[in-house]
């Protein structure tokens, strides 16, 4: 950590040195081009890179930061340092309100939806009087500070920059935390991450709101830079311009941001000399060779040219090993022994004329693991869905602790203590270990995005951290914890399932084919784990089709057949069965 802050302090401190050396002003305004762009880019590389949500209206949010403080500035007595806030407030309000809207759609619905209220909100600036029509405001106040203007060459670059990199350091800060490893699952494990309590809309608006925040300041500060605003710098090929940034340097990585960013701004400034040379006519062709260039690196390097750093020097990961001992975390109190945990009457799923899941009854008592077996397409991961809320139940009730959870969502359910795994191992491969696990602990914390930005949670993140180390030793992946979670095999991503459903502390585990890719020292391991959690007083519900680790460990078992349950009783009077005999082997003719 020591070692983190002092690079991050040097990283500050070339902000000045740079502003020393004597580069021609031309260069100085170049880089103040590449900081402006790079405070978007930077926002929507949370977005889209990491957050996975395809935005094209970035330079509305610009042009509303640019428009306020010029409007304010040049008709009221405002000063600017106070009305880049009103633009943040007008800028917050519209990318709740926007969206709350827009952030529900999926698929190629959403970046549509981004071009239409960006060129919405381009339109509205070009057409309004009191913002000069498409003429724009001229006469913008310079940016002064104590008396001097800081709103040209060195001055504005230092101040800039000195943003650029707090923004950086805010963004890294924010995605090394619970909060961050919320937002890292949006983009590929929104099912998981609804299952462990995450609310999966609630951090998209967040992210949308905080790319939004940044592009806000970016527009404030352009318009103080400029001296004058119009709607040009503000529509759709700039909202496309800044996508592109982002994608050049590595939409996956914060400094991607600015890579992306100085390439775009110094290739279309020198590609608008050399073409027309090259050519013989003027013209707009830079645009012709981004689109090429696009092409090239979205075939070739689909990472972005960031990618290429962090090949030679990878990001550092942790490799200390959290402290081991009392952790101070909200606990779930137990239900008594024997008390009935989960009801689940007369449950019925169907798709359409399939019946999937017939009116399926059981329950499950405290300390006690129960089966749920069957043939393969017998209907046990649907029962699980709808236990978990994945999927709405077509009919039946639903009862944990005589609450009925029939009709919430995973995450509400996951909130009234139940975690689980899936039958198809759901994790993102480039977390680590520990954190993958930790995601599973989300609900036990507090700390948001705000707190995670300013490295105020930092306290609580070492607790949440300690607790995913404790769960990793229990299943026996303590010499794992920092390694890429994609690098493991299916067996060990089967027990990082299992940890990190235990970081929920849940009253009712739900365990979907925890034991398939495990050898047999790992399923012995695992069973030792069953029974220790049935002992803690846990109750658990298994799907398997490991006859010898549910005999070993189940008290009870549900048997389905064709989506209704065929027989409930005990391991022994589950094998005796010819019922049971004939669904799995065929009836003897």
């Given at each position: 950590?020591?070692?983190?802050?002092?690079?991050?302090?040097?990283?500050?401190?070339?902000?000045?040195?740079?502003?020393?050396?004597?580069?021609?002003e031309?260069?100085?305004?170049?880089l103040?081009?590449?900081?402006?762009?790079?405070?978007?880019?930077?926002?929507?590389?949370?977005?889209?890179?990491?957050?996975?949500?395809?935005?094209?209206?970035?330079?509305?949010?610009?042009?509303i930061?640019?428009?306020?403080?010029?409007?304010?500035?040049?008709?009221?007595?405002?000063?600017?340092?106070?009305?880049?806030?009103?633009?943040?407030?007008?800028?917050?309000?519209?990318?709740?309100?926007?969206?709350?809207?827009?952030l529900?759609?999926?698929?190629?619905?959403?970046?549509?939806?981004?071009?239409?209220?960006?060129?919405?909100?381009?339109?509205?600036?070009?057409?309004?009087?009191?913002l000069?029509?498409?003429?724009?405001?001229?006469?913008?106040?310079?940016?002064?500070?104590?008396?001097?203007?800081?709103?040209?060459?060195?001055?504005?670059?230092?101040?800039?920059?000195?943003?650029?990199?707090?923004?950086?350091?805010?963004?890294?800060?924010?995605?090394?935390?619970?909060?961050?490893?919320?937002?890292?699952?949006?983009?590929?494990?929104?099912?998981?991450?609804?299952?462990?309590?995450?609310?999966?809309?609630?951090?998209?608006?967040?992210?949308?709101?905080?790319?939004?925040?940044?592009?806000?300041?970016?527009?404030?500060?352009?318009?103080?830079?400029?001296?004058?605003?119009?709607?040009?710098?503000?529509?759709?090929?700039?909202?496309?311009?800044?996508?592109?940034?982002?994608?050049?340097g590595?939409?996956?990585?914060?400094?991607?941001?600015?890579?992306?960013?100085?390439?775009?701004?110094?290739?279309e400034?020198?590609?608008?000399?050399?073409?027309?040379?090259?050519?013989?006519?003027?013209?707009?062709?830079?645009?012709?060779?981004?689109?090429?260039?696009?092409?090239?690196?979205?075939?070739?390097?689909?990472?972005?040219?960031?990618?290429?750093?962090?090949?030679?020097?990878?990001?550092?990961?942790?490799?200390?090993?959290?402290?081991?001992?009392?952790?101070?975390?909200?606990?779930?109190?137990?239900?008594?022994?024997?008390?009935?945990?989960?009801?689940?009457?007369?449950?019925?799923?169907?798709?359409?004329?399939?019946?999937?899941?017939?009116?399926?009854?059981?329950?499950?008592?405290?300390?006690?693991?129960?089966?749920?077996?069957?043939?393969?397409?017998?209907?046990?991961?649907?029962?699980?869905?709808?236990?978990t809320?994945?999927?709405?139940?077509?009919?039946?009730?639903?009862?944990?602790?005589g609450?009925?959870?029939?009709?919430?969502?995973?995450?509400?359910?996951?909130?009234?203590?139940?975690?689980?795994?899936?039958?198809?191992?759901?994790?993102?491969?480039?977390?680590?270990?520990?954190?993958?696990?930790?995601l599973g602990?989300?609900?036990?914390?507090?700390?948001?995005?705000?707190?995670?930005?300013?490295?105020?949670?930092?306290?609580?993140?070492?607790?949440?951290?300690?607790?995913?180390?404790?769960?990793?030793r229990?299943?026996?992946?303590?010499?794992?914890?920092?390694?890429?979670?994609?690098?493991?095999?299916?067996?060990?991503?089967?027990?990082?399932?299992?940890?990190?459903?235990?970081?929920?502390?849940?009253?009712?585990?739900?365990?979907?084919?925890?034991?398939?890719?495990?050898?047999?020292?790992?399923?012995?391991?695992?069973?030792?784990?069953?029974?220790?959690?049935?002992?803690?007083?846990?109750?658990?519900?298994?799907?398997?089709?490991?006859?010898?680790?549910?005999?070993?460990?189940?008290?009870r078992?549900?048997?389905?057949?064709?989506?209704?349950?065929?027989?409930?009783?005990?391991?022994?009077?589950?094998?005796?069965?010819?019922?049971?005999?004939?669904?799995?082997?065929?009836t003897?003719?």
């Amino acid at each position: 950590m020591k070692a983190t802050l002092l690079g991050r302090l040097a990283l500050l401190a070339i902000v000045p040195l740079v502003a020393l050396l004597p580069l021609p002003e031309f260069w100085f305004t170049q880089l103040n081009y590449i900081g402006l762009y790079s405070l978007v880019t930077l926002g929507l590389v949370l977005l889209t890179g990491i957050g996975g949500l395809t935005s094209f209206g970035q330079a509305a949010f610009v042009g509303i930061g640019a428009y306020t403080t010029a409007w304010l500035t040049l008709n009221t007595e405002l000063s600017p340092w106070l009305t880049i806030w009103v633009g943040l407030a007008i800028t917050a309000a519209s990318a709740l309100v926007l969206g709350w809207v827009t952030l529900r759609m999926s698929g190629h619905y959403l970046p549509l939806a981004t071009i239409a209220w960006g060129l919405a909100l381009y339109y509205l600036m070009g057409n309004m009087d009191a913002l000069g029509k498409y003429d724009g405001l001229l006469g913008v106040p310079a940016l002064t500070l104590g008396g001097i203007d800081i709103s040209r060459g060195k001055p504005f670059f230092i101040f800039l920059w000195l943003l650029v990199f707090l923004g950086a350091f805010a963004l890294l800060n924010l995605l090394d935390s619970r909060t961050g490893r919320a937002i890292r699952a949006l983009r590929t494990g929104s099912q998981m991450a609804e299952s462990m309590g995450v609310d999966t809309l609630r951090h998209k608006i967040g992210i949308f709101l905080i790319a939004a925040l940044f592009a806000c300041v970016s527009g404030w500060l352009f318009a103080h830079f400029q001296r004058t605003v119009n709607p040009s710098p503000f529509g759709l090929k700039m909202g496309i311009e800044y996508l592109f940034m982002a994608v050049l340097g590595g939409a996956g990585y914060i400094w991607g941001a600015i890579t992306g960013a100085a390439l775009t701004k110094l290739m279309e400034d020198q590609l608008q000399v050399l073409l027309p040379r090259l050519i013989g006519t003027s013209g707009s062709f830079e645009i012709i060779v981004f689109g090429i260039l696009l092409v090239l690196v979205l075939k070739y390097l689909p990472d972005g040219l960031w990618s290429l750093v962090a090949r030679l020097r990878p990001p550092a990961r942790r490799t200390g090993v959290p402290v081991d001992g009392p952790i101070d975390l909200p606990t779930r109190a137990r239900p008594g022994h024997g008390e009935v945990v989960l009801q689940v009457q007369d449950v019925r799923k169907t798709f359409g004329g399939l019946v999937a899941v017939n009116d399926v009854s059981f329950e499950i008592r405290a300390g006690e693991i129960m089966g749920l077996i069957g043939p393969n397409g017998a209907g046990k991961s649907t029962t699980f869905n709808l236990i978990t809320g994945v999927l709405a139940a077509s009919g039946g009730t639903v009862r944990l602790q005589g609450e009925t959870i029939s009709g919430l969502r995973s995450r509400q359910i996951a909130r009234r203590g139940i975690a689980r795994s899936f039958q198809h191992v759901k994790m993102i491969p480039d977390m680590t270990v520990l954190e993958n696990v930790a995601l599973g602990a989300h609900l036990r914390g507090q700390a948001g995005a705000l707190r995670a930005m300013l490295r105020l949670d930092r306290r609580e993140e070492q607790r949440l951290l300690a607790l995913a180390a404790q769960q990793l030793r229990r299943v026996g992946m303590a010499d794992q914890m920092h390694e890429l979670a994609g690098n493991l095999a299916m067996g060990p991503q089967r027990l990082l399932e299992i940890a990190r459903a235990l970081c929920a502390d849940p009253t009712l585990l739900l365990l979907d084919e925890p034991a398939a890719g495990l050898r047999y020292k790992e399923k012995q391991a695992l069973a030792a784990v069953l029974r220790q959690l049935r002992g803690e007083g846990m109750s658990i519900l298994l799907v398997e089709h490991d006859m010898d680790l549910v005999m070993q460990v189940c008290d009870r078992m549900v048997v389905m057949e064709f989506g209704t349950r065929l027989m409930e009783g005990t391991p022994a009077e589950v094998q005796a069965s010819p019922a049971v005999r004939a669904a799995y082997l065929g009836t003897e003719h």
